[in-house]
């Protein structure tokens, strides 16, 4: 190659050599046990938990999923379950409230799950409750979910996130995406957490102090909200966020190709919006020493997974042709981010059936970089996926 190509190869290369190179260490680190939860220590105390179900058209779930959180062996007094019921059918609302929740229902205009929950604080009356849980409509965990985070929340801990896992994989689809949150656990919630920087939150499954809580959700302001209250969260130096990955909650993924184009859409706007507001922080919190609130706005600047995935084989494949001795270097970075992927990928989805649903991957990755071009929008308006199809 002459010298300008050679200096492009370099200028394209070095980049995503970093993107790939965060991710494998995180990766490599999800393998190793944190220690930012001491677990000899004893509870002493048990606190108050409120339990938020945010419920928009959930009639199919909604039932199921609350009568199983339900069978919490942490003491009744000791928590109560809300559900914000938004366009939920009147049989509904009183299966529940028969079930032992208490429903709120909804009567804000446009639909989202931050106006729930901010109405949801609105109508508790502040200090009741020690820490507010967030589970989604769809969710189910186990009898002990409560008494474990009571464990963790003792600590001190401002934010747990608890391990979302899929509930069941029935598509090629479902399984995809299943694999993709447990990839995303390892290089984001427990790889962080095993070098004491702050895992990310998931939307659901997550514990926030109440006092936090109240004050952060008003400031809510788009479809991204776990991306906001990690913002806050890490901008005012409450971290660390601490993963328990042994605590399940197990989530409903997406069936359909079509619902996983209109969510991944969202996440890509909520990702780029969240980086947006935080970038202008970056250099205060470089000089305050606030490596938590650094290392999540890095984390934004990430490509889309899928989308870095076929950047860099589709570069690698280009520069083999054109030049097979500059090219070495790309299979290397080939190589590394394909280990990146199967590192935190739990042995139990390694399958001969996970093999066939990867055949979907480069279609996926077409819908990935197209939706790049149709993100205007899409951080402000809520997308509803439907559950229990």
Not at 137 to 143: E, G, I, L, Q
Not at 268 to 296: E, H, M, S, T, W
Request: with cysteine.
């Amino acid at each position: 190659m002459n010298t300008a190509l050679i200096l492009i190869d370099w200028i394209v290369f070095l980049p995503l050599a970093l993107c790939v190179g965060y991710l494998l260490f995180f990766a490599v680190a999800s393998r190793f046990r944190s220690h930012l939860i001491d677990e000899g220590r004893e509870s002493y105390k048990q606190h108050r938990f409120l339990v938020l179900f945010p419920a928009y058209k959930e009639d199919r779930v909604i039932t199921e999923s609350v009568g199983n959180f339900l069978q919490q062996d942490y003491p009744g007094e000791l928590y109560d379950v809300l559900v914000i019921s938004d366009h939920m059918q009147p049989e509904t609302n009183d299966a529940l409230r028969r079930l032992g929740a208490n429903v709120l229902e909804a009567t804000y205009p446009d639909s989202s799950k931050a106006k729930a929950m901010a109405l949801a604080m609105q109508e508790t009356p502040a200090g009741e409750y020690d820490a507010v849980v967030i589970m989604d409509a769809d969710n189910n965990t186990v009898p002990h979910f409560l008494t474990r985070i009571n464990e963790v929340f003792s600590q001190g801990f401002t934010a747990i996130q608890a391990h979302r896992t899929s509930k069941r994989a029935a598509t090629d689809i479902a399984l995809l995406d299943a694999v993709s949150e447990e990839i995303n656990n390892g290089f984001f919630r427990s790889g962080h957490n095993a070098v004491g920087l702050s895992a990310a939150l998931s939307g659901s499954g997550m514990v926030i102090a109440e006092a936090n809580f109240r004050r952060y959700v008003s400031q809510l302001k788009t479809a991204g909200e776990d991306k906001e209250l990690e913002a806050l969260i890490l901008k005012e130096g409450c971290g660390p966020i601490v993963y328990i990955p042994e605590l399940p909650v197990y989530d409903e993924k997406t069936q359909r190709q079509e619902a996983i184009s209109n969510q991944r859409r969202r996440w890509i706007a909520a990702q780029f919006g969240a980086l947006r507001a935080a970038l202008p922080d970056f250099p205060k919190a470089l000089v305050q020493g606030n490596r938590d609130y650094c290392d999540k706005i890095l984390q934004w600047m990430l490509p889309p997974r899928l989308v870095q995935l076929a950047a860099v084989f589709g570069i690698t494949v280009v520069v083999t042709v054109v030049s097979p001795v500059a090219s070495v270097k790309w299979w290397i970075l080939s190589l590394a981010q394909v280990a990146a992927m199967i590192v935190p990928v739990p042995r139990e989805l390694m399958t001969g059936r996970l093999l066939k649903a990867l055949m979907r991957v480069p279609v996926l990755a077409l819908i990935m970089i197209g939706n790049l071009f149709k993100l205007k929008g899409a951080n402000k308006k809520f997308i509803h996926t439907q559950h229990g199809e």
